[in-house]
């Protein structure tokens, strides 16, 4: 008889980040958003995709309050300012929070990423509680976007915010490699 022994090796979940945001670290929340406007992050996969989207983790604060929000993905070709055709959106209510980072887990959706990819959180109110942008003086122009009324979509540095939003992804590759045979 032939035994083929066929190890797949899949990548480590991989934390995606444009920010530099450490817990108790100073952050500024936004809170200039007013219903159906949109705070959203392109982030880029460090490893092979398309992935599995796992969960995205974001800072949502300014006042303990709960309010209704609408978490957004798009496919992002890396270089528009206007993302791609959507991949997923779903209504969830949030409770603000200044200090503990707010978890979509997604794991059980099925939501499969590309390489490059925007997340975005929509506003179905106006004000705070709203996303945080970590405070370093940085930012990364060409991955941090306002969806907003009357304009559509710009890059946060439009309104002269120089933060990165605090919104992360976790994905895991889908690719699988085969190790080796072995038979006898």
């Known amino acids: 008889p032939i035994l083929c022994v066929l190890a797949g090796t899949?990548?480590?979940?991989?934390?995606?980040?444009?920010?530099?945001?450490?817990e108790g670290a100073q952050v500024a929340f936004q809170g200039g958003f007013v219903s159906g406007e949109i705070g959203a992050s392109r982030l880029t996969a460090t490893i092979s995709c398309p992935c599995s989207l796992l969960h995205v983790d974001l800072l949502f604060g300014g006042v303990v309050a709960t309010q209704p929000v609408t978490l957004r993905i798009w496919q992002?070709?890396?270089?528009?300012?206007?993302p791609g055709a959507p991949i997923f959106s779903a209504d969830y209510s949030l409770v603000g929070s200044n200090t503990q980072m707010q978890q979509f887990d997604l794991s059980g959706d099925g939501i499969v990423v590309p390489q490059s990819f925007r997340v975005g959180l929509e506003f179905q109110h106006t004000g705070a509680?709203?996303?945080?942008?970590?405070?370093?003086?940085?930012?990364?122009?060409?991955?941090?976007?306002?969806?907003?009324?009357?304009?559509?979509?710009?890059?946060?540095?439009?309104?002269?915010?120089?933060?990165?939003?605090?919104?992360?992804?976790?994905?895991?590759?889908?690719?699988?490699?085969?190790?080796?045979?072995?038979?006898?």
């Open 129 to 184: 509680p709203s996303i945080a942008a970590d405070t370093d003086s940085t930012i990364t122009e060409e991955r941090n976007f306002i969806f907003a009324d009357g304009l559509g979509w710009v890059r946060s540095s439009f309104y002269l915010l120089d933060g990165d939003w605090i919104i992360r992804a976790t994905v895991r590759s889908l690719a699988f490699f085969a190790d080796g045979f072995e038979s006898g």
């Open 10 to 22: 899949a990548a480590a979940d991989v934390e995606l980040k444009n920010d530099s945001f450490t």
């Open 76 to 82: 992002d070709d890396g270089t528009s300012d206007v």
